[in-house]
């Protein structure tokens, strides 16, 4: 059976103003902060309190409310806000001219990257590899190129994370016929290396784009959701393999050593679990390793660069704390703003949020409609990862400054999405 796509946008009665609300760039650090409360602050506490977690739960709980209000008080500077809201004249550039650039530049790397690849962990998994030779393959295919290549990585982060969706987005705004090639080709190769979240920074930036339109439906609502849940879980259990020591059941929820029961415990302990657990134990890891110690920007590698330190991989050594050191390669990313604790304290913290809450309101107000529409992308990183890799090595700090002086231009962009959605 066909669905009819054009009658699910043209449904006008079946809008859903609950999901455009919540995805409009208006309100992103509103819906970001509750987010962060939830999940960094009130689960947090309670586990403290009720269930007799360490003290590093209480302090992730105290940092939280700490941020939020700096991001509350960043979002409410306008400082940059005569750059993007139109007072200030902006260098017009032509659109189709950017997103070609873009698209061919990915179409190429990804056929290196996939050509050059000792194997594809995709195929592999679809041959019945197991978990754990499916987890190195998925190390090998990026992470763990050696020389010139270990620069692919990089790359490939600030393609996926912001210049091939920002692509994206002007080409669905513009109505350009490469839109659905390139979508097609980000979301294959984002499945290639089973990255099982990576897909959405294509289609969420692209369903924000048409809720900011007025062509958001329930149907469509319903769709996007319900597919998403089965894409992650079919991945998940593809990767997953419970076959571990019966010993690990008893281990606590909120922690590395828990088992899950099948591939959808395992997802929802991956969503809401690990991230909390994640930021508590870099705490835990920054009190015992270093002592407490401020860093003073050792956990980045542009710091560390700038100002002559050794690097400290701490998200490294937070993976050694939680699963003992059993992968070379892997990482655990936790909250943005535990970076700044950790390097430079309570103000670290307050510096962070400020920033983060600036950003945020350069979503709100900035004239580019592609640019809003990412806001979604920038909340996610944040929300499990530092702030100051995902400016500058995800590439949302040249893409800011593209916003404050830019202007990418077509004429009839207004019309072209409504148009092209009802074809």
């Not at 290196?112 to 194997?119: D, E, I, K, Q």
């Not at 703003?337 to 983060?356: C, E, P, R, S």
């Amino acid at each position: 059976m066909m669905i009819d796509l054009g009658s699910v946008f043209r449904r006008q009665s079946e809008r859903s103003r609950w999901a455009t609300a919540l995805l409009s760039p208006d309100n992103s650090l509103l819906v970001f902060g509750f987010l962060l409360l939830m999940a960094y602050s009130m689960v947090p506490f309670l586990a403290w309190a009720a269930a007799g977690a360490s003290d590093e739960y209480l302090l992730l709980a105290s940092l939280t409310c700490l941020a939020l209000l700096a991001m509350w008080l960043g979002g409410n500077c306008s400082i940059f806000d005569h750059r993007v809201g139109g007072a200030s004249e902006l260098v017009e550039v032509d659109g189709k001219y950017v997103i070609a650039f873009i698209c061919l530049l990915f179409l190429f790397f990804g056929l290196y990257v996939v050509l050059t690849a000792p194997t594809v962990p995709l195929l592999s998994a679809l041959q019945g590899v197991d978990a754990y030779s499916l987890s190195e393959e998925r190390g090998a295919f990026l992470k763990g190129r050696q020389g010139v290549e270990s620069a692919l990585l990089y790359v490939s982060t600030i393609l996926t994370s912001t210049l091939v969706p920002y692509a994206l987005l002007h080409a669905f705004a513009f109505g350009y016929r490469i839109r659905y090639i390139t979508l097609g080709l980000f979301i294959i190769y984002c499945l290639s290396f089973m990255q099982k979240a990576l897909f959405l920074n294509a289609l969420m930036p692209i369903i924000v784009l048409i809720a900011m339109k007025g062509y958001l439906s329930r149907r469509l609502v319903f769709f996007v959701v319900s597919g998403t849940f089965i894409a992650l879980l079919g991945l998940v259990a593809f990767s997953y393999d419970g076959n571990k020591s019966e010993a690990l059941v008893a281990g606590s929820y909120f922690s590395g050593s828990y088992l899950p029961v099948g591939s959808l415990d395992y997802l929802v302990w991956r969503i809401f679990a690990v991230p909390i657990f994640t930021a508590a134990d870099t705490l835990a890891v920054h009190r015992e390793t270093f002592s407490s110690e401020h860093l003073l920007g050792a956990t980045s590698s542009f710091f560390a660069f700038v100002f002559g330190f050794d690097r400290i991989n701490i998200e490294r050594y937070v993976a050694d704390y939680q699963f003992g050191g059993s992968s070379q390669i892997a990482n655990s990313n936790a909250v943005f703003f535990i970076d700044g604790f950790v390097n430079f304290g309570w103000l670290g913290v307050f510096l962070y949020g400020l920033v983060a809450g600036q950003i945020f309101r350069l979503f709100r107000f900035s004239s580019d409609i592609a640019f809003k529409a990412l806001w979604p992308i920038f909340a996610f990183q944040l929300f499990s990862g530092s702030l100051i890799g995902t400016v500058l090595s995800n590439g949302w700090g040249g893409l800011v400054l593209c916003a404050l002086f830019f202007k990418v231009s077509e004429h009839n962009t207004d019309q072209s999405l409504g148009r092209h959605l009802n074809e």
